[in-house]
């Protein structure tokens, strides 16, 4: 069975521009999460995403926002980049909404590096 | 506020050697789960226990245990007989239970070095 994957690998911007990152989850999980691991800040929650609606959102300015598409893939949008948004960005998914707590499984990754 | 404390930054051990990484929580909840992921350097992280609060038994897998004290908002994991393909950054995370926030709060994360 597929893992989570993401694309791209790497990602090279300079601060202002725009970049989208993207990220399929396991076959059947309906639930994507992003965090960020910058350098020093460990790794942080960003957004939480199910059944195509934004159900959390971690504390983050309005610039990093996304969705999640009916096939349950999300991508993250970071607009006008700042130096500081440099870091790994790693998507995870676990099945949706329930009463249990589902562990989250995660992909490699998305290196961003702003220029 | 809920908060995962990993107090090791660096360990650094000899092949065969066993080791423990701290873990201590802070939340309010009375329900709450604990996990503990592996990062290797290729970077992806990898799921190795997943922990409710109802339950303090102590769970072995392998050359892999986890103590989980609720008096003193701990869940050590101890790797016995350490590897070099043990190496990697190894972190805490608490999550509520229910999963109505959905993120999993992580701590900074402890690099543990295996030497041969």
């Known amino acids: 069975e597929a893992g989570v994957t993401q694309s791209p690998t790497h990602l090279i911007k300079t601060r202002g521009q725009q970049a989208t990152l993207r990220c399929s989850p396991i076959s059947g999980h309906t639930s994507v999460y992003w965090y960020q691991q910058a350098l020093g800040l460990g790794l942080q929650f960003l957004l939480w995403?199910?059944?195509?609606?934004?159900?959390n959102r971690g504390n983050f300015p309005p610039r990093f926002s996304g969705r999640q598409f009916p096939n349950y893939s999300s991508e993250l949008n970071v607009n006008a980049l700042e130096l500081e948004d440099s870091a790994l960005y790693l998507c995870?998914?676990?099945?949706?909404?329930?009463?249990?707590?589902?562990?989250?499984?995660f992909g490699p990754g998305t290196r961003l590096t702003v220029l | 506020a809920q908060k995962v404390t990993q107090a090791q930054t660096e360990i650094s051990v000899v092949e065969k050697e066993d080791v423990t990484l701290d873990c201590v929580y802070e939340t309010r909840d009375t329900t709450y789960y604990l996990f503990w992921y592996k990062q290797p350097p290729s970077g992806e992280l990898v799921f190795l226990i997943r922990r409710n609060s109802f339950d303090e038994q102590n769970e072995i897998s392998g050359r892999y245990s986890w103590n989980f004290q609720k008096s003193t908002s701990s869940f050590n994991f101890t790797i016995t007989a350490s590897q070099v393909v043990d190496s990697a950054v190894y972190f805490c995370a608490l999550a509520n239970y229910g999963g109505s926030q959905g993120n999993l709060i992580f701590g900074k994360g402890t690099k543990l070095s295996v030497k041969p």
């Open positions: 995870a998914s676990s099945l949706g909404l329930a009463v249990n707590y589902n562990e989250q499984f």
């Open positions: 995403y199910d059944e195509g609606e934004e159900r």
